[in-house]
């Protein structure tokens, strides 16, 4: 170990640079399963269901604005409000009779928008919650204490569903803006170990650093393809991760169909009473699947972080300390800014996750609220996607690997097949097709392929990009760009939902949506064709090193300012070393 331990420099005091082992990387995969386990049964199929549930049992309909859209159970027939509700949902006209509303704010909205736009408030909030913390993600130990300390907490909202009732659903959205806050801040910290993880694996150090002693240049190996063999491994652990994290996920969701299948025999008071206890068990395993994480990952700490709170200054410590989390945050983009296929990237995966995010959004609403499906037809075309997605984790590597394909090519592959779900759904408007009573999406039972392809699509995407990322990011600031990359994904998640939202408040259906996402799903196409990972490989490692002999490590405040000051890495951007020869 002590051989591992200085196979290469620390770039700076207190770096780790030990071998990776099973037990830590088994720490990782338990975390991100865990985390997954939310993404999968609660923002994937469960939390967008429930706050829909809860709405509607609180709303009224459209057509009347009287006649409440669920009558308690055990309550007199309403005869007159029945025919009501039957003439609506056997004529959903242009005018949305047949909608259930609420009126959050004192704005009528239906109760599919409600949810769709729960979830961009929910990205948003998140968006400016990782600005806030991720650079100091990257300095000491604050990158394992963050990740768990959002972990929990998002396992605890979740499980809070429980005490929701639906004249209290706002409540319930104040929850699920919590969740997918900590679980997108999650997932931020999760995949800045990667970059770690893989570069001290025992394969990556046997094949790169042959060779070379302490302080040499670091001479990553490339296939064919232009591939390392750094971005191999993550590629390979990425995918690993995403398979495990939708098996356990489906085992969840399975559990979560038994509960309801019991809840139901029982004669609960509502279906959102089934639907929170649902919730509440998804928050358990997510806690509970997290504790591995807690006793197995290594703290793999950054560079020390340097007092930030100075006396001289009028502002408390906290407001430093957020001050100074914007400020990194900005002048990362700047840095991102000039490392030219490091941002053709983020801009491709701004477009790509609103598309990601939206589809999943509609597709469950659409099931819900068109095809009328209930809650476990729901749950089990989650399960569709979500086992889909296991096949597509493990079988895209060998995909790739069989028709020799870069990693970008394999992620534009993905975006194609997924334009299948929105053209399919638009399939509904053809007369022809409309006359036959199937096809586009006129069948409760037509949602299940296209889950599928859907689900085997997010099993390439899911991993592919955030190794891809990993390669052309600068060493030593994983955090801060891996937080770029979530503020990227996230921020761009709040467009797609809520612009669905007004479409169905305007029109008063989802299917012309669809229209909407084929297009959203085409723009990054081009955008991903046109990065060469190679360039972006060599540019992110120049800017490391100017950083690495200014500060012993990372990108610091200095390198910042000297950025700003347009001072730093413009000149070694526009040149290439000896060793960057060695990378093409």
């Not at 829909?52 to 009347?64: I, K």
């Not at 007004?502 to 081009?526: Q, S, Y």
Request: charged share 15%; proline share 5%.
């Amino acid at each position: 170990m002590a051989e591992d331990d200085h196979s290469r420099a620390r770039r700076y005091v207190g770096e780790d640079i030990s071998t990776t082992t099973s037990r830590e990387l088994r720490g990782w995969y338990f975390t991100g399963l865990a985390a997954e386990v939310f993404a999968v049964c609660g923002v994937g199929s469960f939390a967008p269901v429930t706050l829909e549930q809860l709405a509607r049992e609180s709303g009224v309909l459209r057509s009347d604005g009287i006649t409440p859209c669920v009558q308690p159970k055990g309550a007199p027939k309403d005869v007159t409000g029945s025919f009501v509700r039957l003439f609506a949902r056997a004529n959903d006209s242009e005018e949305g009779g047949g909608q259930c509303m609420v009126r959050p704010f004192g704005r009528e909205t239906s109760s599919a928008s409600f949810a769709m736009y729960t979830f961009s408030a929910a990205v948003l909030v998140q968006a400016l919650v990782l600005i806030s913390f991720s650079p100091v993600a990257d300095y000491g130990t604050y990158r394992k204490r963050l990740l768990m300390g959002f972990a929990f907490s998002g396992a605890i909202a979740t499980a809070a569903f429980l005490l929701v009732w639906p004249q209290a659903y706002l409540f319930g959205s104040v929850l699920v803006v919590i969740g997918v806050v900590c679980l997108g801040s999650s997932f931020v910290l999760l995949n800045s170990f990667l970059p770690l993880l893989a570069a001290n694996h025992p394969n990556v150090r046997g094949e790169d650093f042959a060779g070379t002693g302490p302080g040499h240049p670091r001479k990553p190996l490339t296939d064919d393809a232009g591939t390392s063999a750094e971005l191999r491994l993550s590629t390979q652990i990425s995918s690993k991760g995403v398979g495990l994290g939708y098996a356990v996920a489906v085992f969840v969701q399975i559990l979560s169909i038994g509960l309801l299948t019991v809840l139901k025999k029982a004669h609960f008071s509502s279906d959102s009473t089934s639907l929170r206890f649902v919730l509440f068990m998804v928050g358990l395993c997510w806690a509970t699947l997290t504790i591995p994480g807690v006793l197995w990952l290594r703290n793999r700490p950054g560079p020390p972080l340097r007092t930030i709170a100075r006396p001289s200054s009028r502002l408390p410590a906290p407001l430093q300390y957020l001050t100074f989390a914007w400020s990194s945050v900005w002048k990362t983009v700047k840095i991102a800014a000039k490392l030219r296929q490091t941002w053709v990237f983020l801009i491709a995966w701004f477009l790509l996750s609103d598309a990601i995010a939206t589809v999943a959004g509609t597709a469950i609403l659409f099931a819900r609220t068109e095809l009328h499906m209930g809650t476990i037809a729901v749950a089990l075309l989650s399960i569709t996607a979500t086992t889909s997605g296991i096949a597509g984790a493990f079988a895209w590597p060998r995909i790739s690997k069989r028709f020799n394909l870069e990693t970008k090519t394999t992620i534009i592959a993905c975006m194609l097949m997924m334009e299948i779900v929105p053209l399919y759904g638009l399939l509904g408007f053809i007369p022809f097709v409309k006359a036959w009573g199937v096809g586009g999406l006129q069948q409760a039972w037509e949602i299940y392929p296209l889950g599928f392809v859907y689900g085997f699509v997010m099993g390439g995407i899911s991993s592919y990009c955030r190794a891809f990322y990993g390669e052309i990011i600068p060493p030593g600031s994983e955090a801060a760009f891996y937080a770029l990359y979530a503020i990227t994904d996230k921020g761009s998640s709040a467009v797609g939902p809520a612009i669905v939202g007004v479409i169905v408040d305007r029109v008063g259906t989802i299917r012309p949506a669809f229209a909407f996402l084929a297009v959203l799903i085409a723009l990054p196409i081009p955008l991903m064709y046109l990065i060469d990972v190679r360039k972006g490989r060599a540019d992110a490692a120049a800017l490391s090193k100017h950083s690495g002999h200014s500060s012993g490590g990372g990108i610091t405040m200095e390198d910042y300012s000297a950025v700003n000051e347009g001072t730093a890495t413009e000149g070694l951007l526009g040149q290439r070393n000896s060793h960057d020869g060695e990378d093409d």
